[in-house]
């Protein structure tokens, strides 16, 4: 499954691949120990972000995980 | 299909040929809050094959249509909540739908999905037919959803087995290099 950005397809299905193994071997059974993939979940984000402002697409009142937490993108 | 088989599947939902329009997925967001829960934000890419006459009048970069979907897992309470919405460029119809998929109270095997569509329009008069037109789509949506889900559940086990498969055989293998070697 690709990307919304051409660029980001292959960051996305390294994290993606990261997510499922970790969701159903240890979320859904209750081990909680965090998620291990948020360094590769960091670089996918960076790309989309960019891929996202680029085709200018108007998503409301997401605040995007990144490097500074704090941050929150506003468009309309 | 048991509670947590149909969650997993549910995440990695895209691809499959009963959705062909869905053209990407991308997570926006996603975090466990302080209860236990799992959020995540994903925005997904559809593209309808839209008569490139028509393209060419609206410019091909609006011909992709963009559904926010905002997902919550409970581990613990066994429900997965989905809530999506579409973005388009035009926003004359919206379509938010709502689903929970939640275990059979009787049949521990089963999972229990209940969905809903809220359509709006803005600005426009819909006549009742097209409104009914859009509610049969939806309805039909719904039961093409369960089989999206029936196939990924069957992808997932086919990968499973040509795992167990592989590791049998090399399993196989080396007790037969065994028995060869104590000879």
């Given amino acids: 499954m690709n990307s919304v950005g051409e660029a980001c397809t292959e960051l996305k299905r390294e994290y993606d691949q990261c997510f499922n193994r970790w969701f159903a071997e240890q979320f859904l059974k209750g081990e909680g120990g965090g998620d291990p993939c948020g360094q590769l979940f960091k670089r996918y984000q960076l790309c989309v972000q960019k891929a996202i402002k680029e085709k200018d697409i108007p998503i409301e009142g997401l605040e995007f995980m990144g490097p500074s937490k704090g941050k929150t993108e506003n468009s309309s | ?183």
């Fill in chain 2, 1 to 183: 299909h048991p509670w947590e088989t149909v969650t997993t599947a549910a995440m990695q939902k895209y691809p499959n040929p009963m959705n062909p329009s869905v053209v990407g997925v991308d997570v926006l967001d996603r975090h466990v809050d302080p209860s236990g829960k799992l959020h995540s934000h994903r925005l997904l890419s559809t593209e309808w094959g839209i008569p490139s006459i028509v393209k060419s009048l609206i410019g091909a970069c609006r011909t992709k249509t963009y559904v926010q979907e905002h997902s919550v897992v409970d581990p613990v309470k066994k429900t997965m909540e989905l809530k999506s919405s579409n973005i388009s460029f035009t926003n004359l119809v919206s379509v938010d739908e709502r689903l929970v998929y939640k275990p059979h109270p009787h049949e521990p095997d089963k999972t229990i999905l209940t969905q809903e569509a809220i359509i709006s329009v803005k600005g426009v008069s819909l006549s009742s037919y097209l409104e009914g037109l859009m509610a049969n789509t939806i309805s039909s949506n719904a039961s093409k959803g369960r089989e999206a889900l029936e196939w990924v559940i069957n992808r997932l086990n086919a990968e499973i087995e040509e795992f167990a498969a592989s590791a049998r055989g090399t399993m196989r293998n080396s007790m037969a290099a065994a028995a060869f070697v104590e000879k």
